[in-house]
């Protein structure tokens, strides 16, 4: 066990190191040594003048910002002496299932390259280069032929390894009995019961106003949308993101939503992103990859085929392209149980130094992918801000969803939470649709995977997308909400 | 009651010799056997004497019966004939309530006699509303007046219709205005037709050379070949785009009277989008500028299963995420002005009759400042359903139009809101709840709540064999009973049939194992979550 204070001190020690380098540092000591030629600072006093400066120009706040959002992301550090696959995964047989569901999967990517005979990446020509670059805001007037592209998997495929999977361990003396083996998911891990989640989601409780219902047509506004708006335009004056986070609980006013997304998810949209992306984007025009054709296809079955999100395919294939190669994304593997797949330089299989990520960010695309992007469009309309609230999505939240893993907001417990649920609050429904063959997990499977994209109205989508940054977690995708 | 005959002669024939009992208003309607033999089941004869009356409905109460005839298919006849009450009228048989075209209209509706509580679907003069030209000529006369009598601040209220000018008689009037503006975009639009035929945009004269020939022919030779009346009418270059994509709204409303004006505006809507990206380098490219779903279904690229609309809600979303809720306010409250403007331009020119009440299909362009313009207005709008969702919306929108065209005489006539409708204007604007007297960039906010509650949500769907794809649609069912909290979610059957021409999506995965089937019932899950 480790105890508190060393517990506190290394993560101060990692936050520290992460913040060191990055550009809220550098502007930090850009604007102290700015603020030596105010009057106000005097050399007697000279830190906490600074620190008094740093304070009111808001330059504190985004600091804590800063800290807040790597507090959310990365999880608490385990005993020093574990080795690193524990901060991703800590139980064995998890790994091992993640790790052979990834050789299949990239099996079956690599099978699809050779019977294409299309490289999995190459560079493209400059007239290529040329008229991409043209046709850049309207890439979904394309309509390359992929009848021939398969989607690597889709979520069914996953549901039947989950469904098989199983702790050596663990051994069931019990007779098979009607409790333990009415569930598709037979892993003994740690869900909360209705009692744990009332406490954890104590704002979503009867007595609290919520957006979505107690903004409705037949409740005066005076009630609790006034005051609710209210409060949420002075969060986005303070700028606080911890503030934002407690606030979205509610729910967020339309209006407002963009901006407190950015402000929990910690982007602000810097010239130096902005540049991020725009070398990403020559990135795209200057190499072309196979999962290039996996995404186009995706977005054309999925989103291009959806009545909402239909008007935004141009964006998406600008995201998503951008996505696959954006190398940052391989920090997330750090404490994520998926490994990013690697690939040889032609002739050199097994040898180290000429391994690559593949695809470069190590995620590769399944059937439904894109929809994780579609909802965003209705929010942010600026490309590279697009981007960056996308991929800070992903690495904080998405990417649990298509990994095995035994963290609480990953799909395995999702799943289970939402049997046992199901099972125990209602049970002759359970039953009865078992008996029609139609077993919950499956119907509720593919809604959970895609955090429920394409699945609601696109209003209550984002209502409930407000409660997975408000909590920080997924499990509000297995529970009822509203 | 009227008889629709056909052939104007015998129309005065045709007439009840045993008067009916006016209609009662909050009363049941007579028994058919009292007027005489044009019941249910009878072959419709207009031989005097009881009929067989229809059973009484178990509360003892007579039950109203409305004949109905309807001169079309799909939404309107199903909402119609699944009226409680209502029976379709039979060929020759009297009716009390017709939805008829515009055709009809214009052969039969002077020659027929109606009775009192008798209802039909339009005005005899729609077209001074839905054609084109005379829109213009009415709305430009307005204009005067109300600079005469209000002053220009309030004319300027009326500068929601880009500058039209009839051809060919106005041509000259054109020609002056274009060689104001060199190198602007202007579109030609013939009035009589609809769904986008024969428009086509230009920018230099010798586009419509056609027209100046026209214009010095004397009187004999304009008779012998009809030269079809245009409209040309200055383009929308700054169309206001989502996704790259122009687009249009659909919004309806409902007449019931012109003296006094009492109009309802239609919660919901819809905006559609045209196929392909915008841009001014193609003008001849009709699937880039015509947002008509006629012409977007000829397109190339147009996949049936895509739809190119979205309702008005998300519209609404959208932008309210966009610019916020205030301007996004403003953009509604001049849609309104809109509407109450266009219908008092044309007050004083219909005829007036109690017997009419009449849908209207505005089409509204939003530019890039969020500045709404009126199109046209359609007065037979499209009520084709063109997926699921449209049926539902236009079943929704015929059922509360009959709700209150009100054959029944339930309401009181007090009411501000029926259905998805909200009243927009009772002769006179309209104030919404709470809201007396505030005003909105100086329009007065009027009882309208287009786009933000969906007035369908919550009902169940009318069952239509139309399901192609499978969804849930979840449904904005939130009860407090007895403090549970419900989601529901709706799961409809998976259907794979394919209907010829339209992609099916393959998603048979690499990693493929068995493909299990879902049930076959409608599911219907609900979680709860008890406190």
Known sequence: MLDPDSGLSLTIARIVQRLQGSSLHSQLERQARVSLHKPEIKLESLKEDIKDFLKTSGWEKKLQNAVYSELNVFPSPCHPAAPPEHMKEPLAYMRKAQGSWEKRILKSLNSMCTELSIPLAQKRPASEQKELLNKWNEMGTDEPDLSLFRPVYAPKDFLEVLMNLRNPNYENGEQPSFRNHL???????????????????????????????????????????????????????????????????????????????????????????????????????????????????????????????????????????????????????????????????????????????????????????????????????????????????????????????????????????????????LPQLFYHLREIGAQPLRISFKWMVRAFSGYLATDQLLLLWDRILGYNSLEVLAVPQR | MATAAACGACAMAGRRAAAAAPRAPKKPKQRPAERGGAGPGSTGGSAPGAAPLPPPPPSGRPRPCVRFKCGLTGPVLDVLSSRPGWQQAKDEEEWDFLWCDVSWLRENFDHTYMEEHVRICHFRNHYELSRKNYLVKNLKRFRKQLEREAGKLEAAKCDFFPKTFEMPSEYHLFVEEFRKKPGTTWIMKPVGRSQGKGIFLFRKLKDIVDWKKDGGRTEEQKDETQVETYVAQQYIENPYLIGGRKFDLRVYVLVTSYIPLKAWLYRDGFARFSNTRFTLNSIDDHYVHLTNVAVQKTARDYDPEKGCKWMIQQLRQYLTAKHGAGSVEVLFADMDNIFIKSLQSVQKVIISDKHCFELYGYDILIDRNLKPWLLEVNASPSLIASSQEDYELKCHLLKDTLHIVDMEGRLTGKEKRVGGFDLIWNDGPVSREGNLGTLVNGNFMANTHLGTYSPSAGRVPCSHPFLTKRRARAFHLRTREQGVWTLGLRVQKEQTFSKSGCKQPDCRSTVENKHINVGETTLFIALLFKF
Not at chain 1, 215 to 241: C, I, M, T, W, Y
Not at chain 1, 321 to 347: E, M, N, Q, W
Not at chain 1, 413 to 423: I, K
């Open chain 1, 183 to 425: 569930g598709l998911i037979q892993v003994p891990l740690k869900v909360k019961d209705i009692p744990e989640l009332k406490e954890d989601f104590s704002e979503l409780g009867l007595n609290t106003g919520q957006l979505g219902i107690d903004d409705s047509a037949q409740v005066p506004p005076e009630f609790f949308e006034n005051e609710h708006v209210r409060v949420g335009q002075k969060v986005l004056a303070e700028q606080d993101s911890a503030a934002a986070q407690q606030y979205v609980r509610q729910g967020c006013p339309t209006a407002l939503r963009a901006d407190l997304w950015a402000l929990i998810l910690n982007i602000s949209n810097q010239p130096e992103d902005i540049l991020y992306y725009e070398q990403l984007k020559s990135n795209v025009i200057q190499y072309d990859l196979l999962v290039d054709s996996l995404i186009y296809k995706d977005v054309k079955l999925t989103a291009s085929n959806d009545d909402y999100y239909f008007v935004f395919e141009d964006y998406l294939y600008q995201v998503l392209l951008c996505f696959s190669r954006d190398t940052s994304v391989l920090d997330h593997f750090t404490y994520s149980s998926a490994t990013p797949p690697k690939s040889y330089i032609r002739g050199k299989l097994g040898i180290e130094e000429y391994a690559v990520f593949y695809p470069p960010n190590g995620v590769i695309p399944f059937h439904g992918f894109s929809m994780y992007v579609a909802p965003l469009c209705f929010l942010y309309h600026e490309p590279s801000k697009l981007y960056q609230i996308f991929r800070e999505m992903y690495v904080r939240f998405f990417f649990r969803l298509h990994s095995i893993s035994s963290h609480p907001s990953g799909i395995v417990s999702l799943c289970l939470l939402f049997e046992t649920l199901l099972q125990t609050h």
